[in-house]
């Protein structure tokens, strides 16, 4: 079992930035960022193998940043200039259930309970 404790979500404006950082109760594998809202499914956002490849939703290229840190078990996501669009709850996951061409599927083995972010216009 891996528990997954993410923070760093809050309230924006629109052109902002936030940090949100996720824990890991010990070492993962491929590590991602979801969001999801009441209407839309759950999405990938963006995500980081062990060996550092990383994979971007087009919604979030050029905007976020994802990176890890393996010595803390810890996967971090930077977002630059939100919009009001990027308001949802940010879920971190861990350790792929199926392999596969991309990592952005929402086939993950654990996830932690979710993050906040709002953004404001």
């Known amino acids: 079992q891996v528990q997954l404790v993410e923070s760093g979500g809050g309230s924006v404006q629109a052109g902002g930035s936030l940090r949100l950082s996720c824990v890991a109760s010990?070492?993962?594998?491929?590590m991602g960022w979801f969001r999801q809202t009441p209407r839309k499914d759950r999405e990938g956002v963006a995500a980081?193998?062990?060996?550092?490849?990383?994979e971007y939703a087009d919604s979030v290229k050029g905007r976020f940043t994802i990176s890890r840190d393996n010595t803390k078990n810890t996967v971090f996501l930077v977002m630059n200039s939100l919009t009001p669009e990027d308001t949802s709850i940010y879920y971190c996951?861990?350790?792929?259930?199926?392999?596969?061409?991309?990592?952005?599927?929402?086939?993950?083995?654990?996830w932690g309970q979710g993050t906040q972010v709002t953004v404001s216009s």
């Open positions: 996951a861990a350790n792929r259930r199926v392999s596969g061409s991309t990592f952005l599927t929402p086939s993950y083995a654990y």
């Open positions: 010990r070492a993962t594998e491929t």
């Open positions: 980081i193998s062990r060996s550092g490849l990383t």
